[in-house]
Structures are given as structure tokens and as C-alpha cells.
């Protein structure tokens, strides 16, 4: 198809996720108390990339909460390892997900996506292509992938920025599953802000992404901005369960074509 979602599912000629808009409401959320900001600058029409910074498997979660809001149908570039999930990858796929697998050099995931800001989609996707571990975690400059800004040079579509705070008091890294609140206990606070749309004009996709990358910081509360040592505990909390790898690696990760 077109719009490079063949297994999107549809029922009366409309998308899944749009049957299921009505539902998607924050306030409706078990797990966190949502809050919104800048919705007005998502384009009503159009083709779009929206970029969010990477903070916790809940990201996702907040963002599709966004692209409800907005009235408009969005497909979403995720992780191999999502779709490898049951039934949650059979959801993502149902709603027009794109598989990732990063470090096949294939280009076919920007294609399809390309295709679908072509048919006018939202498209929503995280430059840093993984959740920072350690140290990296808490660096207030942002790393990104080139994939967000080579989709926008193939496309000429605008680039929304999204900065996302408070996801990890929700999921952190370190657990198999989000935290739900016990009766009585204050949700934690996730904020969506969302920026003012802009074109890429940067001819180099690493010129391109830094500039992706520091739309979005300008979205995040001033502590995120700060460079500081995180505790112990802070940095347990960004190791997925077994990790065995070096988390000193990941400051040193550089953009690549990997989307």
C-alpha cells in the first residue's frame, strides 16, 4: 500500500486506532497522571515527524496518549524486539507499527515510513533509537540516530519536537513491568510538551540530528539540562534486568544510519 502498512487493521473502512480514540484519553490512565502541552502545534493535516527523547519503555505510551489527542492516525518505528512481544506486537503491527532492526543497515523501515508521511501520517520515532543506560542516562546532551532526519530530507515534511518527562517514574528501565500505583497513592506526573514544527536545512544528517536533538532539550525542565553524578540507585534503576554489558560505552555512541 501507499502508505506502507499493509497490516494495519480496518474495520468499516476506518483504522483500528481510530475506533479506539475515544478510549485513549489521559485522564483514563491507571499508571500516571498525563499532562499535555502544546498539542496546538501538531499540524492538522499533513505529513509530520514527531520526536520524542527516550527515557522509558512508557514513552511509547505517552505518545500514543499525544497522537489521540490530536485526531489524526500515526504510525510508529519501534524496536524488532516490540513486535517479537505476543499479543503487544500483534496490537503494534494491527496499528501500523514499523519494525526496526537496527544494525541491518536496511533502509526499508525509512522507506515505509516515508511512504506513510507521503499518504499524510503522523510518523513518531525516538532519534536515540534505545533508552540511555548508566551515566548516559543522565547526560543533558542528547545523542541521536540520523534516521529522523534523513526521513525529513526524503520527505521535505515538518519535524515536531516532544520532550518527555517523568516516563521512567512510571517504567523504569530496571523492571519487567510499569508501576501501578497502590490505592490511595498519588500517580506519578509525565509531561508531553510539544514544540513548534520546523524543516531540517541542514544538508548533513549529523548536523541535522544535533539540531533535532537540541529542539527537544529545549523542551525538558531545567534539571534535565544539567550535568550532574547521579546516585547508585539512579543508575540501577536505568540497567535492564540482567545487564551485563559496559554502560561507560554508551556516552560514547555516536549517530549513525541506524534509525
Known amino acids: 500500500m501507499a502508505e506502507g502498512a499493509g497490516s494495519v487493521v480496518r474495520l468499516a473502512g476506518r483504522e483500528l486506532q481510530a475506533w479506539l480514540r475515544p478510549l485513549s484519553q ?14 496546538e502545534n501538531i499540524p492538522a493535516t499533513g505529513g509530520a515527524i514527531l520526536v520524542f ?11 500514543s496518549y499525544l497522537v489521540a489527542k490530536s485526531g489524526r492516525n500515526g504510525r510508529f518505528l519501534g524496536k524488532k524486539e516490540v513486535f517479537d512481544v505476543p ?23 525509512l522507506e515505509r515510513a516515508a511512504d506513510s508521511l507521503r499518504a499524510g501520517y503522523l510518523i513518531a520515532m525516538a ?3 534505545t533508552i540511555p543506560r548508566g551515566p548516559a542516562f543522565f547526560d543533558p546532551e542528547l545523542k541521536g540516530r540520523w534516521g529522523a532526519a534523513r526521513l525529513a530530507a526524503m520527505t521535505g515534511v515538518p519535524v515536531v519536537p516532544v520532550g518527555l518527562w ?3 517514574k512510571v517504567w523504569p528501565r530496571s523492571e519487567r513491568l510499569p508501576r501501578l500505583p497502590w490505592p490511595g497513592q498519588a500517580k506519578p506526573v509525565v509531561t508531553v510538551r510539544v514544540g513548534q514544527p520546523f524543516k531540517v536545512t541542514a544538508k548533513d544528517p ?14 525538558l525542565p531545567i534539571e534535565a539540562r544539567r550535568r550532574r553524578t547521579p546516585t547508585e540507585e539512579e543508575l540501577i534503576r536505568t540497567y ?20
Request: no cysteine; net charge neutral.
Open 26 to 39: 489521559p485522564g483514563l490512565d491507571p499508571w500516571a497522571r498525563i499532562v499535555i502541552e502544546g498539542i
Open 53 to 63: 527523547n527516550h527515557r522509558s519503555y512508557y514513552d511509547s505510551v505517552a505518545v
Open 87 to 109: 499479543v503487544v506486537g500483534a496490537i503494534a503491527k494491527a496499528m501500523g507499527g514499523i519494525r526496526v532492526e537496527r544494525g541491518t543497515g536496511s533502509d526499508e523501515p
Open 127 to 129: 532519534p536515540q533509537g
Open 166 to 168: 517523568g516516563t521512567e
Open 206 to 219: 549529523d548536523v541535522a540530528t544535533r539540531a533535532i536533538m537540541k529542539k527537544i532539550t529545549a523542551l
Open 240 to 259: 535492564p534486568p540482567g545487564y551485563r554489558g559496559d554502560p561507560n560505552a554508551e556516552a560514547d555512541r555516536r549517530p549513525g544510519r541506524d534509525t
